[in-house]
């Protein structure tokens, strides 16, 4: 969020969306309460027309009442259309509304009172607040949803790893059963070749058995993984990767989702990072180029600008020596767009 950052100092500090609503709704019951109490706005009691002190009070409470409902209007649209970017401007509009309100009543003592004002600067840093919580709340509930997804593609994925696996191991084992029998039955000169043909079955099987420890391995640890840096020059340029983790058995499937059609071009792979710990090494690149991210206002966003040489730095002194990365991404159709592009002007 802005405050993250110094562009914006909270002036609330609630947990949820609904806890800044209700402070909202509580502010603006609090300011109708000062107007049926006349405490929102001031005026002189003393006024007389024609030395009548009975009209001259009639007439400062409608001009009370219509600079205030003027400046009840101009709050209302400060309010309705305050933004990250007017968050500062908006608070002066009020600001400034309150003084030209004063000063067309000054002659009648008619002005914005302290207290009405302060809760319209109340009410505008509230709005802005609530739509910034309420906006953070939607990334989080959409990266939930994302994060269960994910969870339940993994469960899938064992699941039919774990059929396929069993269908094998049968088939295998009826294999070796009836290799067995060979042997028994073969003849000195056959069985030399069928002890050779038992051997690879049961490395087969012995396979099957590793493979079937990875699944139980996966199952039993939620935070293995693999964590991700990747690439889309097409669509994003140089220097500029994503760094994310996915706990899926085969990592290329995320990839491939990542890169449909919300961008031109197929997301490149510069490494595929196992670690039993996947949340916390991404975490930890995520920290270390905290100040290179491209979207400083949703944490969420895991794109950052940096050079590969800076990423395998960290993940070589923090992780792996050996992890491996791929210094020049293929992006072959962006390549070829390139290429077709540049034929095309020749040719146009």
Known sequence: MLQSFGLYTPHFEFARADDYKARLLEIRARQKDAVKDGLAVTGNTTWSID???????????????????????ECDDIVEHVRYNNIESSEKRITASRDAISKLGQIMGIGITAGYYRMKIDELHLSFEWQQKKQQEKEEQREARAEMREAAKLAKE??????????????????LSKINEQLAAASDDEADAVRERKAQIEKQLEKID???????????????GYVYVISNIGAFGENVYKIGMTRRLDPMDRIDELGDASVPFKFDDHAMIFSDDAPKL???????????????????????????????????????????????????????????????????
Request: proline fraction near 2%; charged fraction near 35%; avoid cysteine.
């Open 158 to 175: 064992l699941e039919n790893e774990r059929r396929k696996l069993e269908k094998e191991q049968s088939h295998y084992e009826n294999a």
């Open 210 to 224: 590793a493979a079937f420890g990875d699944v139980e391995y996966r199952e039993a640890n939620q935070r293995a």
């Open 282 to 348: 991404e975490a930890a690149l995520h920290n270390a180029f905290a100040d290179k991210k491209l979207n400083f206002v949703n944490q969420r966003r895991e794109f950052f600008n940096v050079s590969l040489e800076e990423i395998k730095q960290v993940v070589r002194d923090n992780f792996d020596k050996s992890v491996e990365f791929v210094e020049i991404p293929p992006a072959e159709q962006y390549r070829e767009s390139l290429l077709l592009r540049e034929a095309s002007e020749v040719h146009a």
């Open 51 to 73: 030395g009548s002190q009975t009209r001259g009070r009639k007439m400062v409470a409608d001009i009370q009442k219509l600079l205030l409902r003027a400046f009840n209007a």
